[in-house]
């Protein structure tokens, strides 16, 4: 309990952060891969 | 000066993708040879049709189904600006420019690149279908740059 | 709030910016209209010369102007009130640069620089024309002077503490402006000036392109900059949320500085006359300029996760339903760094070394630079002047003029978006860009883009309408609405206590890298440009 409550306080929750961030970059990588592929 | 656990894991997956993209670039241009166009060679654009290749522009074979394309490109045309070729053909493009900048591109292929006075550029293609291509000027070149185009035929 | 004196200097350069917005963008319609063959020119115009003004007064007089009202706007708000000598610098900046901005146009307007805002010898234009851009480069000199001593005065008034973010950001981005435009100040005033007074007959073509573009991409970056300190700095407040942090923005920015100078060959991959190895060189340091981009991405998701999870939203994607939608200040900034994916990912694929022989030079690379300055970028600065002008004139934003606001936002957004879709997959079937026609003589490769130039013309008329909307809603805002107080929303850091690692606000270390990867980068391939230069080449014009 005392570990997850320290976790807590050191960092904030930031799992939307995250997902959204790697959506992100998908989305940038597959345009660049569909370029390449597509037209190299 | 901290840094949240999810932003480094973030930045290693984003640092690691674009040094993939970079080995991928990479070794297509400098394993496979087919890199951005960046001719050395330079040329008197006051006497380029003295100087060779240019004294003979058009197509020269030069191997089986393997040409040299020499093209003087001025505001606004291309010399020469019919070309038919093989299907099936490698080319060897040496382009140069005789006044202003202009770009070599041919639509709907990867054949691209700048013509700066002074300079020869190069590149090569493989034109495997056959169809009629068109060769245009993509640099602003004077009040006539739209009209400044060539032809390619693929046979 | 800000001192009455500074909010007129501001004011003055919104009052300039918008002007010119206001005749670019109906250049920019014409110009969608001629292509798309739906009109021809009047009065002798040509659709080159309409192209130049679009480009000087949109990409370089807008964009500058604007940046300087906000950046001395929040300057005054975070640091206290401009000192007389600073503010009179500030004016005498202001000064020269709409004197070389009246110049350049007139120059332009007589059909005396049909040369396109890139000015690519050895197309000559007038020598008034070269000398109106050093006015306009000179009179930003000045605005910088006015600012970077500011700053500087406030650190010594407050030894030990940290700058204001938004000083910071500003300094920094003057940093960058500054040691950009060596590049363009060498070539126009050692090259282009010369030559065009008949001073040298011959003009090295490869050297003013390099010197060109050493300024060209940083110049992006300076468009960038203070759309991203809104980002930062504003928009965490308007959520009603935190800076997600402090010392790693000013760090993102100060990696702008490292790495958005030495990558100028990305705009030359396709040329000839320099090596591929030093293009290649320049293209991994142009990667490395996209991490403090990805830096910014993280920071913004987790600056409005933290407010919606502050404001009791649970789960995954919770946070996002807590977002203000319906806010202007907040909408125009999201949709911006919407846009920036696209952008982004466009971004990578130009440098992509030879991958940018697929779009170089086509209308994608315009649909390109259309959706950074001309949508996250404008997008950013049109939310921005939507609380700012209130601010400065004393009134407010009230609900109904937000929402108005909103609906010019959302204009823009679809037009923007309806002509760089248009722009991107045109270009790459190979619509060239920067082109009054693409008839070809009927030639059938060329028949297959007349729909998508039709497309921008669509997109072109709703862009207009936007503007129209957006000057209309702005002179609302100086002059009949309600008096009051308009917030001018600073966040504070969720690190704001924390102290700064003190090597962040040491500029000497940072400038200093800079110049060692400018040197690197550049050295070599410049020297040899130089030294064993192509054949010069006289003057044309070819207008």
């Known amino acids: 309990m005392s570990r997850k409550k320290q976790s807590n306080h050191d960092e904030p929750k930031l799992y939307g952060t995250f997902i959204s961030v790697l959506i992100v970059g998908l989305l940038i990588t597959l345009m660049w891969v569909g370029i390449f592929v597509g037209f190299m | 000066m901290h840094v949240h656990k999810l932003e480094k894991v973030w930045l290693a997956i984003g640092f690691i993708t674009l040094v993939a993209f970079l080995t991928t670039v990479g070794i297509q241009a400098f394993a496979s040879g087919q890199g951005a166009p960046s001719g050395l060679t330079k040329v008197d654009p006051e006497n380029v049709e003295e100087t060779p290749p240019f004294d003979d522009p058009g197509l020269h074979q030069i191997g089986e189904n393997e040409y040299e394309l020499v093209m003087i490109l001025q505001s606004y045309g291309f010399t020469p600006n019919e070309v038919t070729i093989p299907e099936g053909a490698t080319v060897h493009f040496k382009i140069t420019s005789k006044d202003v900048v202009h770009g070599f591109e041919i639509a709907g292929t990867t054949v691209n690149m700048m013509a700066t006075?002074?300079?020869?550029?190069?590149?090569?293609?493989?034109?495997?279908?056959?169809?009629?291509?068109?060769?245009?000027?993509?640099?602003?070149?004077?009040?006539?740059?739209?009209?400044?185009?060539?032809?390619?035929e693929v046979e | 709030m800000v001192n009455r004196l500074d909010a007129r200097l501001s004011l003055y350069h919104f009052y300039a910016a918008f002007t010119a917005l206001l005749i670019g963008g109906l250049l920019g319609l014409l110009q969608t209209l001629v292509r798309s063959e739906s009109i021809t020119l009047p009065f002798k115009?040509?659709?080159?010369?309409?192209?130049?003004?679009?480009?000087?007064?949109?990409?370089?007089?807008?964009?500058?102007?604007?940046?300087?009202?906000?950046?001395?706007?929040?300057?005054?708000?975070?640091?206290?009130?401009?000192?007389?000598?600073?503010?009179?610098?500030?004016?005498?900046?202001?000064?020269?640069?709409?004197?070389?901005?009246?110049?350049?146009?007139?120059?332009?307007?007589?059909?005396?620089?049909?040369?396109?805002?890139?000015?690519?010898?050895?197309?000559?234009?007038?020598?008034?024309?070269?000398?109106?851009?050093?006015?306009?480069?000179?009179?930003?000199?000045?605005?910088?002077?006015?600012?970077?001593?500011?700053?500087?005065?406030?650190?010594?008034?407050?030894?030990?503490?940290?700058?204001?973010?938004?000083?910071?950001?500003?300094?920094?981005?003057l940093v960058l402006w500054i040691i950009a435009t060596l590049g363009v100040v060498a070539t126009v005033l050692f090259q282009f000036i010369p030559w065009s007074l008949g001073f040298q007959e011959e003009i090295n073509v490869t050297l003013s392109r390099?010197?060109?573009?050493?300024?060209?991409?940083?110049?992006?970056?300076?468009?960038?900059?203070?759309?991203?300190?809104?980002?930062?700095?504003?928009?965490?407040?308007?959520?009603?949320?935190?800076?997600?942090?402090?010392?790693?923005?000013?760090?993102s920015f100060l990696l702008f500085i490292l790495f958005s100078i030495p990558v100028g060959f990305h705009h030359q991959l396709t040329e000839?006359?320099?090596?591929?190895?030093?293009?290649?060189?320049?293209v991994i340091l142009t990667f490395a300029v996209i991490l403090p981009s990805l830096m910014t991405a993280f920071s913004m998701f987790a600056s409005f996760e933290i407010a919606g999870r502050e404001k009791g939203y649970k789960g995954i994607f919770g946070w996002f339903k807590g977002l203000p939608w319906s806010d202007v200040r907040f909408l125009s900034a999201f949709i911006g760094m919407a846009y920036f994916i696209p952008a982004g990912a466009g971004g990578i694929i130009n440098a992509s070394h030879q991958m940018n022989q697929v779009v170089h030079n086509t209308i994608w690379v315009t649909g390109h630079f259309h959706i950074t300055i001309g949508a996250t970028v404008i997008l950013t600065f049109f939310g921005i002047a939507y609380w700012l002008i209130p601010h400065l004139k004393g009134r407010v934003l009230t609900k109904r003029m937000?929402?108005?606001?909103?609906?010019?936002?959302?204009?823009?957004?679809?037009?923007?978006?309806?002509?760089?879709?248009?722009?991107?997959?045109?270009?790459?079937?190979?619509?060239?860009?920067?082109?009054?026609?693409?008839?070809?003589?009927?030639?059938?490769?060329?028949?297959?883009?007349?729909?998508?130039?039709?497309?921008?013309?669509v997109g072109?008329?709703?862009?207009?309408?936007?503007?129209?909307?957006?000057?209309?809603?702005?002179i609302r805002l100086a002059k009949t609405e309600p008096i009051g107080k308009e917030e001018f929303p600073i966040g504070t850091a969720l690190d704001e206590e924390e102290k700064l690692p003190k090597i962040l606000e040491n500029w000497k270390v940072w400038v200093g890298i800079a110049f060692v990867l400018i040197l690197v980068a550049y050295t070599i391939p410049v020297m040899d440009i130089i030294q064993d230069p192509a054949p010069g080449s006289p003057g044309y014009k070819f207008w």
């Open chain 3, 272 to 282: 000839p006359g320099i090596s591929e190895s030093w293009k290649f060189l320049q």
């Open chain 3, 210 to 251: 390099t010197l060109f573009w050493y300024f060209g991409h940083p110049l992006v970056y300076f468009w960038l900059l203070p759309a991203y300190m809104a980002w930062y700095i504003v928009v965490p407040k308007v959520i009603g949320g935190k800076i997600f942090s402090d010392s790693l923005a000013r760090l």
């Open chain 3, 45 to 173: 115009l040509n659709y080159y010369q309409i192209l130049t003004a679009h480009g000087v007064l949109l990409a370089l007089v807008f964009t500058t102007l604007f940046i300087f009202g906000f950046m001395y706007a929040g300057v005054s708000r975070t640091t206290g009130e401009l000192s007389s000598h600073r503010r009179k610098s500030a004016w005498i900046g202001f000064i020269l640069m709409t004197v070389g901005t009246v110049l350049g146009v007139v120059m332009i307007l007589m059909n005396k620089a049909t040369v396109l805002y890139t000015f690519y010898a050895p197309l000559q234009a007038s020598p008034l024309f070269y000398i109106a851009l050093a006015l306009l480069i000179v009179g930003t000199y000045f605005a910088s002077y006015a600012i970077i001593s500011q700053y500087n005065g406030w650190r010594k008034a407050n030894p030990g503490q940290k700058s204001p973010l938004f000083a910071f950001m500003a300094v920094a981005t």
């Open chain 3, 402 to 457: 937000n929402a108005l606001a909103n609906f010019q936002i959302i204009l823009w957004t679809i037009g923007m978006f309806i002509m760089s879709a248009a722009m991107h997959f045109s270009g790459l079937l190979g619509n060239p860009r920067r082109t009054q026609n693409t008839d070809y003589n009927g030639h059938e490769v060329a028949s297959q883009w007349g729909s998508y130039e039709t497309a921008m013309a």
């Open chain 3, 460 to 474: 072109g008329t709703l862009l207009l309408f936007s503007i129209f909307m957006f000057l209309v809603l702005i």
């Open chain 2, 117 to 152: 006075p002074g300079h020869v550029n190069e590149t090569t293609y493989t034109f495997d279908e056959a169809g009629s291509f068109l060769i245009l000027c993509n640099e602003y070149c004077g009040t006539g740059h739209h009209l400044m185009s060539a032809e390619l």
